[in-house]
């Protein structure tokens, strides 16, 4: 007798809501932290020339060599720091979670924080202990110490920016989690470009701490290419879970390209940090909405009746994030990415509107 699908896929993954991306055709899209720019024309051509002559009927280079030692001076990644990419920083959470997934094992996440985390988890088969942030969405650090002693997780993941909260956490605090953790604690930095803040230079003071990082959020999240930084003795181990060739020649060639222009990145998100500020003080001024300070490319506000505010918001054209129903702690929340100065204007026009109905 055949079975229903339903009796053959985990009762996990049968549980799970998949992963929901909306339509966004026609639409100011303010819903995913990309940014809003594209490369400079005279990058574009180049990178087009080396497309076509890129080596497409060959597997791309394994250990992505020229990359990395690219991406190791644009990171300031420290010497004697293993490296290992992923197709996405996605893909490495899932790598990370895949390789410690020993039966009973613990995934520790901090909540509200990015879902991937705990979505990643359920499709290992890891129990996944979320604590809560604090009403304002600072880290209370004696709960996670006392979730690490209780729950001796594997992993610990700490967004850094957190999303979607947009606030970096207390350093010292992270310091305590480090010591206290009995496994790998992954400082998350997704938003590095737009914080100022960061662990990577801390990576030799702790042997357990990894940095993650990506070039979604800085102007590549078309290319997928995530990394991460920290000591071979738990990477050389992550790394023979690595599917063998999971960056691209594409991947490979065109980031390598764009982060020879580094510069030219890092003066998009110093616009995008300065219209951050504007965004942040024109939402304060609208009655009604409370907006949190920021520390990435997205605002985290509340408005009275979210679900309303992001359809009329659609209606008018603009897609941004709805987390109203996704946490307890994000009742009434959305989280709008900072756009093009003209986008940001024109969201802000039909936020008006709508809340004004
Ligand atoms: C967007 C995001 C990621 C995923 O980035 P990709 O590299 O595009 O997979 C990881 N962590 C956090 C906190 C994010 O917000």
Same mark, same amino acid.
């Given at each position: 007798?055949?079975?229903?699908p $339903? ?19 026609g ?6 932290m $990309?940014?809003?720019?594209r490369l400079?024309a005279?990058l574009?051509? $180049?990178?087009?020339?080396m497309?076509?002559s890129a080596? =497409? ?9 020229? =990359?990395?030692a ?13 490296? =290992? =990419? ?7 959470i899932?790598?990370?979670t895949?390789?410690?997934a ?8 901090l909540e509200?924080?990015?879902v ?6 359920a499709?290992c %088969?890891?129990? &996944? ?5 604090k009403?304002? &969405? ?12 209780e729950?001796?997780?594997?992993l610990? &993941? ?11 956490f207390?350093e010292? %605090?992270?310091r305590?989690i ?7 604690v992954v400082?998350?930095?997704a938003?590095?470009? &737009?914080a ?10 702790h ?7 990506t ?20 990477l ?9 060739y999971n ?7 065109v980031?390598?390209?764009?982060l ?5 990145? %890092? ?7 300065? $219209?951050?500020a ?5 939402? %304060? ?10 520390d990435?490319?997205?605002?985290l ?10 359809s009329g ?11 109203h ?7 009434d929340?959305l ?6 100065p003209?986008?940001d ?13």
């Amino acid at each position: 007798m055949s079975k229903k699908p $339903e009796d053959i896929i985990r009762s996990e993954i049968v549980a799970l809501k998949a992963y929901h991306v909306p339509d966004s055709a026609g639409l100011v899209k303010l819903d995913a932290m $990309e940014n809003p720019y594209r490369l400079p024309a005279e990058l574009q051509a $180049e990178v087009a020339q080396m497309a076509g002559s890129a080596p =497409l009927n060959r597997y791309p280079d394994p250990g992505a060599v020229q =990359l990395k030692a690219r991406l190791r001076t644009v990171m300031g990644i420290p010497d004697g720091m293993d490296l =290992l =990419l992923g197709n996405g920083s996605d893909e490495i959470i899932q790598m990370l979670t895949m390789a410690a997934a020993r039966p009973g094992a613990v995934v520790l996440g901090l909540e509200p924080s990015f879902v991937m985390f705990r979505m990643i988890a359920a499709f290992c %088969g890891v129990q &996944f202990v979320g604590v809560p942030l604090k009403p304002d &969405f600072s880290l209370d650090t004696g709960k996670v110490i006392a979730a690490i002693a209780e729950h001796q997780p594997a992993l610990v &993941f700490i967004a850094y920016p957190n999303n979607p909260t947009g606030n970096l956490f207390d350093e010292e %605090g992270i310091r305590r989690i480090l010591e206290a953790a009995p496994g790998m604690v992954v400082v998350d930095e997704a938003y590095h470009a &737009f914080a100022g803040k960061s662990f990577m230079p801390r990576l030799a003071d702790h042997p357990n701490l990894l940095v993650m990082r990506t070039l979604s959020k800085s102007g590549l999240a078309g290319l997928r290419l995530g990394l991460i930084a920290g000591n071979s003795a738990w990477l050389a181990h992550v790394d023979k879970v690595r599917l063998p060739y999971n960056v691209n020649v594409l991947t490979q060639t065109v980031a390598e390209k764009a982060l020879q222009h580094h510069d030219l990145l %890092g003066l998009q998100a110093a616009a995008i940090r300065a $219209e951050r500020a504007r965004l942040y003080d024109e939402l %304060g001024r609208i009655a009604g909405i409370q907006a949190y300070p920021s520390d990435a490319n997205f605002i985290l506000f509340r408005a009275a009746g979210a679900e309303r505010v992001f359809s009329g918001l659609r209606q008018r054209g603009v897609l941004i994030k709805n987390l109203h129903g996704s946490h307890p702690a994000l009742t009434d929340c959305l989280r709008v990415t900072v756009g093009t100065p003209e986008e940001d204007t024109r969201f802000l026009a039909a936020l008006k509107e709508t809340v004004n109905l």
